[in-house]
């Protein structure tokens, strides 16, 4: 039974690359990326008003087993999003208080669980952004057995390390760290039109008109 620690980048981005990245809600990125990139739904912030930006730290881990978390959290960098295949499943909880005040003093980004947390109270208290699927009280396994770095599946997506992480109050958008120019581009042309589509309805135009839809028949 072994945890494997896969080739991580040798540096992280910088607040220069990542402060483009600063105005793009999540989505905006899923837009950008023809709506694809988008994880599940069903992984939501345990607490309104999260802003989370920074590179994709994967794991991948049996179910309820809370060991691949533990040694990623040992070799966080300040800004990584630990980002957590946990296959979703709902009865034992992989992250908790004590593992989340770890994630804060490395100086962690945020922290999403395609599985279960628990002690929601005090990590909304240390105020890290937290995305889960679930909450539990149910404790961890140790099962020794996972993946820290290696491509995986979270709420329906591929996310490598490094990819970059978007989350709010939406959700969460993943962009792939090979098309992050390319992405940034779009997400910033659909700023410039959107603050051009809320002057027009401001001024009193009809969004239908501004998108410049078929017009509707009269049924017979």
């Known amino acids: 039974m072994t945890v494997y620690l ?15 990245w600063a105005a793009i809600r999540s989505p905006i990125a899923t837009d950008a990326m ?8 069903a992984i939501r ?4 008003g999260y802003e989370m930006l920074g ?6 881990a049996m179910a309820g ?3 691949p978390l533990l040694h990623a959290l040992s070799v966080a960098q300040a800004g990584d ?41 005090e990590i909304r208290d240390l105020d890290i952004p ?3 699927r679930a909450v539990t009280p149910a404790g961890p396994n140790f099962s020794q057995i996972g993946d820290v770095g290696a491509p995986i599946s979270c709420g329906g997506v591929q996310v490598k390390t490094g990819d970059l992480v978007i989350g709010d109050d939406d959700g969460i ?14 997400c910033q042309a659909t700023l410039k039109a959107e603050d051009e589509w809320e002057r027009r309805i401001n001024a009193g135009e009809a969004f239908v008109d501004i998108l410049d839809l078929t017009p509707m028949e009269r049924a017979p």
């Open 34 to 41: 023809n709506k694809a990139n988008a994880l599940d739904a």
């Open 45 to 48: 912030p345990i607490k309104a």
């Open 173 to 186: 958008t993943i962009v792939p760290k090979a098309r992050m120019a390319e992405v940034l581009a779009a």
């Open 81 to 121: 999003v630990l980002v957590v295949d946990a296959g979703g499943y709902a009865d034992n909880a992989v992250l908790g208080g004590n593992m989340t005040n770890e994630a804060v003093r490395r100086g962690m980004a945020g922290l999403i669980i395609d599985g279960a947390i628990r002690d929601v109270a």
């Open 130 to 132: 937290c995305f889960t």
């Open 55 to 60: 590179q994709a730290l994967t794991v991948r």
């Open 65 to 67: 087993d809370i060991t």
């Open 6 to 20: 896969h080739a991580l980048p040798k540096r992280r981005l910088g607040a220069k690359a990542l402060a483009p």
